[in-house]
T-cell receptor
């Protein structure tokens, strides 16, 4: 069974610093999808970034980028120039190749990120 | 705004009661997902529907049931409510294997 592990329950950094959140997963699949979601204090779930396993290039969205290491089954999220608005819970999620329209995500437990002024 | 709507926003009820949560997916999305998030906890996947049919099932209690209607909106029914059912219930929708877009959630309080 696939599992997703986020080993850092909580992290805090100063504003404008760079922070990296770790995520590892376990799967025997070759093609799959990985996601990072953030949940700010408003509790709204917001997609941060998405990566397809068949793509070697790491996904980037403005200040957010990933380090995808397929062989190591690692999918870390780097936030550059962190801002107070980045304070949130961050969840890593895994989707195996869809079969019969089953698009279920396997979720990590989350990392609470606090950006200090 | 994700395009996913959920009603009601808040719901307060008593133990033993039954409630229905409603979700309208983004236009064109055939998949609907239901999640439960207790206070300061992660997401617990409950169930997924695709174009009206159940496609995946997670840790959904027998007291809970869901369905997706021909117009693609979905309802989550929670019955014989217990104090421990108090949580934030999210609905999400997606287009095939792409990212899931989440609604604002329904906060259920069972007294």
């Amino acid at each position: 069974a696939q599992t997703v592990t986020q080993s850092q329950p909580e992290m805090s950094v100063q504003e404008a610093e760079t922070v990296t959140l770790s995520c590892t997963y376990d799967t025997s699949e070759n093609n799959y999808y990985l996601f990072w979601y953030k949940q700010p204090p408003s509790r709204q779930m917001i997609l941060v970034i998405r990566q397809e396993a068949y793509k070697q290039q790491n996904a980037t969205e403005n200040r957010f980028s990933v380090n995808f290491q397929k062989a190591a089954k690692s999918f870390s999220l780097k936030i550059s120039d962190s801002q107070l608005g980045d304070t949130a819970m961050y969840f890593c999620a895994f989707m195996k190749p869809p079969l019969d329209s089953n698009y279920q995500l396997i979720w990590g437990a989350g990392t609470k990120l606090i950006i200090k002024p | 705004d994700s395009g996913v709507t959920q009603t009601p926003k808040h719901l307060i009820t008593a133990t033993g009661q039954r409630v229905t949560l409603r979700c309208s997916p983004r236009s064109g999305d055939l998949s609907v997902y239901w999640y439960q998030q207790s206070l300061d906890q992660g997401l617990q996947f409950l169930i997924q529907y695709y174009n009206g049919e159940e496609r995946a099932k997670g840790n959904i209690l027998e007291r809970f049931s869901a369905q997706q209607f021909p117009d693609l909106h979905s309802e989550l029914n929670l019955s014989s409510l217990e104090l421990g059912d108090s949580a934030l219930y999210f609905c999400a929708s997606s287009e095939r294997h792409n990212e899931q877009f989440f609604g604002p959630g329904t906060r259920l309080t069972v007294l």
